[in-house]
């Protein structure tokens, strides 16, 4: 299995940035698609943006202020977050999906959140 703990959330006024890390460990080799996702209060969950093997996705609303990145060698997961405004304010949780051959079944993690809140 992968685990996966998010950080970096916090405070932050419109128009300022965050940068929110995921750290995952595990059988990380397994993963196959992870990205970030997240959750404002009384909405659903949604897409932030996606590593989907050598294919990077987007929320179409969020791609020219959000990036996402990693570094392989740290397994570590990155959003960067810049402009943000108060509709982003939200938690944010990483999302691992692959295939585990030592148990020949699929697996979906998901990090326990990290709250981000954009007001003045």
């Known amino acids: 299995q992968v685990q996966l703990v998010e950080s970096g959330g916090g405070l932050v006024q419109p128009g300022g940035s965050l940068r929110l890390s995921c750290a995952a460990s595990g059988r990380t080799f397994s993963i196959g698609r992870m990205g970030w996702y997240r959750q404002a209060p009384g909405k659903q969950r949604e897409l932030v943006a996606v590593?989907?093997?050598?294919?990077?996705v987007y929320a179409d609303s969020l791609k020219d202020r959000f990036t996402i990145s990693r570094d392989n060698a740290k397994n570590t997961m990155y959003l960067q977050m810049n402009s943000l405004k108060p509709e982003d304010t939200a938690v944010y949780y990483c999302?691992?999906?692959?295939?585990?051959?030592?148990?020949?079944?699929?697996?979906?993690?998901w990090g326990q959140g990290t709250q981000v809140t954009v007001s003045s």
């Open positions: 999302n691992a999906k692959g295939y585990d051959s030592s148990t020949g079944k699929g697996f979906d993690s």
């Open positions: 590593f989907a093997g050598d294919t990077t």
